[in-house]
T-cell receptor, first 114, second 114 residues
Framework: KQEVTQIPAALSVPEGENLVLNCSFTDSAIYNLQWFRQDPGKGLTSLLLIQSSQREQTSGRLNASLDKSSGRSTLYIAASQPGDSATYLCVSFAGGTSYGKLTFGQGTILTVHP | NAGVTQTPKFQVLKTGQSMTLQCAQDMNHNSMYWYRQDPGMGLRLIYYSASEGTTDKGEVPNGYNVSRLNKREFSLRLESAAPSQTSVYFC?????????????FGPGTRLTVL
């Protein structure tokens, strides 16, 4: 059974700092790995999706990497801003017999203070 | 495009009451999903519908029923609510269920069972 673990559980940084969120997964037979952002009381917003054949994806100040062999993914946020404050979820996608199974990490709560 | 919409946003029930959570998507997706999110647990799949006319159990289906009313709508019913069902419920949709298609999430329904 796939397990996805995110470290740290919470992170508080001053504005402008570069930071890294970590995600590890136990089953490397994944199709892709996705990072979501969740704001308080809101749904999930997809940030980056890395296919299993890819090593990284970039969008603006965000860069996500994937190392299937070691079962790890990282989300790098450059020049953090207060608006980046949210919960970040790492989600693995594995193929199934009838549906693709998402396994969610418990999230990292990020607070960026001015 | 509204994407994935859910009603209601908030609901308080007494133990034993019943209710239906509604979900609709306007992206012409084939597959739809219901998740619950609990503190420290991540999101867990309750039921999914790979295509119109089919529904299947996910990881935590006990105490719930679903109906895929048409291609757009997928409802979740609690027949006799229990305090253990206090949670935030998310509906999601994707183009297909069994390949690596991105899932799009609704804003969630916060349910409290007293």
């Amino acid at each position: 059974k796939q397990e996805v673990t995110q470290i740290p559980a919470a992170l508080s940084v001053p504005e402008g700092e570069n930071l890294v969120l970590n995600c590890s997964f136990t089953d490397s037979a994944i199709y892709n790995l996705q990072w979501f952002r969740q704001d308080p009381g809101k749904g999930l917003t997809s940030l980056l999706l890395i296919q299993s054949s890819q090593r990284e994806q970039t969008s603006g100040r965000l860069n996500a990497s994937l190392d299937k062999s070691s079962g790890r993914s990282t989300l790098y946020i450059a020049a953090s801003q207060p608006g980046d404050s949210a919960t970040y979820l790492c989600v693995s996608f594995a193929g199934g017999t009838s549906y693709g199974k998402l396994t969610f990490g418990q999230g990292t709560i990020l607070t960026v203070h001015p | 495009n509204a994407g994935v919409t859910q009603t209601p946003k908030f609901q308080v029930l007494k133990t034993g009451q019943s209710m239906t959570l509604q979900c609709a998507q306007d992206m012409n997706h084939n597959s739809m999903y219901w998740y619950r999110q609990d503190p420290g647990m991540g999101l867990r799949l309750i039921y999914y519908s790979a295509s119109e006319g089919t529904t299947d159990k996910g990881e935590v289906p006990n105490g719930y029923n679903v109906s895929r009313l048409n291609k757009r709508e997928f409802s979740l019913r609690l027949e006799s609510a229990a305090p253990s069902q206090t949670s935030v419920y998310f509906c999601a949709s994707s183009e297909l269920a069994d390949s690596y298609n991105e899932q799009f999430f609704g804003p969630g329904t916060r349910l409290t069972v007293l």
